[in-house]
């Protein structure tokens, strides 16, 4: 919720030197960081601890009990601009198929209105071949879902009607 996101905006002033932080997405359960580190590798592990830390602490006060993570934090390098993209695209429709979802960076993005914290945005916009071409492929991973899902509803309907027609003949 915004406790994180005061968070990174004025506890982490530290690390923005350090990192450059292009989009996220926050829920109840897990976060997603694009983050570009540069030639600091400490800075991640410094980033992820802090933001765990935070996280940990927002959902305490939020009245959340128990386990918040897993275990350690996942990352993973990436190195070419096809896989940036879909990392994007990944990013901001994590939370579904609604890349207006409050608390990810698409909604700031696509109304360019983007947080001085998130300082790594306008490279990752422009690295990902712009705004538009994000969009697109938004819309394209949206409506690739539903053409999953719909084949999977129709497959379970047609796996019911041969189960019954099975047991219609014994």
């Known amino acids: 919720g915004p406790g994180i996101e005061e968070f990174i905006a004025k506890d982490l002033r530290w690390l923005r030197e350090r990192i ?3 989009s996220y997405c926050l829920l109840t359960t897990h976060f997603h960081l694009l983050v570009r580190t540069g030639d600091d590798p400490g800075a991640l592990a ?3 601890q802090s933001v765990k830390s935070a996280y940990t602490r927002e959902c305490r006060a939020r009245g959340r009990t128990g386990q918040i993570f897993d275990g350690p934090y996942e990352a993973d390098p990436i190195a070419d601009r096809g896989r940036l993209r ?7 429709l994590n939370a579904g198929d609604d890349p207006t979802y409050r608390y990810c960076s698409y909604p700031g993005w696509s109304a360019g209105r983007i947080p001085v ?3 790594g945005a ?3 916009i422009e690295s990902i071949d712009g705004l538009e071409s994000h969009e697109t492929a938004l ?3 949206i409506a690739a879902r539903r053409a999953r899902r719909e084949v999977d ?3 379970d309907e047609l796996a019911e009607t041969i189960r019954l027609l099975k047991a219609g003949r014994g």
């Open 117 to 119: 914290w998130l300082n």
């Open 153 to 155: 509803a129709y497959a």
């Open 139 to 141: 819309r394209r991973t």
């Open 122 to 124: 306008e490279r990752l």
């Open 86 to 92: 879909r990392a994007a695209v990944y990013v901001h």
């Open 46 to 48: 410094e980033l992820m």
């Open 20 to 22: 450059e932080l292009g």
